[in-house]
T-cell receptor
Framework: DTEVTQTPKHLVMGMTNKKSLKCEQH?????MYWYKQKAKKPPELMFV???????INESVPSRFSPECPNSSLLNLHLHALQPEDSALYLC??????????????FGPGTRLTVT | DQQVKQNSPSLSVQEGRISILNCDYT??????FLWYKKYPAEGPTFLIS?????DKNEDGRFTVFLNKSAKHLSLHIVPSQPGDSAVYFC???????????FGQGTELSVKP
């Protein structure tokens, strides 16, 4: 089973709203990732959690706040977003963040629209 | 600096023929490469990978070839099917903790 699940599938939010994206995997993977993807572009890495600790933050604005409650769950808290933050937000997981197990398995994504 | 490059933004192939998608890289430290397939409004799906100790890896209709001296890899799909129509990304792990460096993608269209 290589399934990563994400909720919600679609989200529309105003610039003053607070919302959260959720991601779950049950493959025993110890690394989890948040990506942002705009149309016709490759995924753009935002955050990496390795063994439930934040290991990479790609200089993401503080209006995006990641959280890893346990090894299976990953959240992305959103606050005061801008219209240009509208994109497909992808969660991924891999066996381990360093060394072997490079294959990252992606969820279906959350299509976010900021109005 | 774009370390992984896919110079063809699109490719059109007839059903049943071979599709060849190309990828070049500049960082000689890369030792593993992956191909992902992406349908619109879905997450990328892992297709196939190759380690730098090999020059070929095959999985069903998909074969990836690696030419280290040319810093070039290619994905062959044969025979191509209409369901293969998607955007294909090649990627390489950066030495920094699991970060994948993606190419810009090639949109494959397989016509019946």
């Amino acid at each position: 089973d290589t399934e990563v699940t994400q909720t919600p599938k679609h989200l529309v939010m105003g610039m003053t709203n607070k919302k959260s994206l959720k991601c779950e995997q049950h493959m025993g993977h110890r690394a989890m990732y948040w990506y942002k993807q705009k149309a016709k572009k490759p995924p753009e890495l935002m955050f990496v959690y390795s063994y439930e600790k934040l290991s990479i933050n790609e200089s993401v604005p503080s209006r995006f706040s990641p959280e890893c409650p346990n090894s299976s769950l990953l959240n992305l808290h959103l606050h005061a977003l801008q219209p240009e933050d509208s994109a497909l937000y992808l969660c991924a997981s891999s066996q381990e963040g360093t060394g072997g197990g490079y294959e990252q398995y992606f969820g279906p994504g959350t299509r976010l629209t900021v109005t | 600096d774009q370390q992984v490059k896919q110079n063809s933004p699109s490719l059109s192939v007839q059903e049943g023929r071979i599709s060849i998608l190309n990828c070049d890289y500049t960082n000689s430290m890369f030792d593993y490469f992956l191909w992902y397939k992406k349908y619109p409004a879905e997450g990328p799906t892992f297709l196939i990978s190759i380690s730098s100790i090999k020059d070929k890896n095959e999985d069903g209709r998909f074969t990836v070839f690696l030419n280290k001296s040319a810093k070039h890899l290619s994905l062959h799909i044969v025979p191509s099917q209409p369901g293969d129509s998607a955007v294909y990304f090649c990627a390489a792990p950066h030495n920094q903790g699991g970060k994948l460096i993606f190419g810009q993608g090639t949109e494959l269209s397989v016509k019946p």
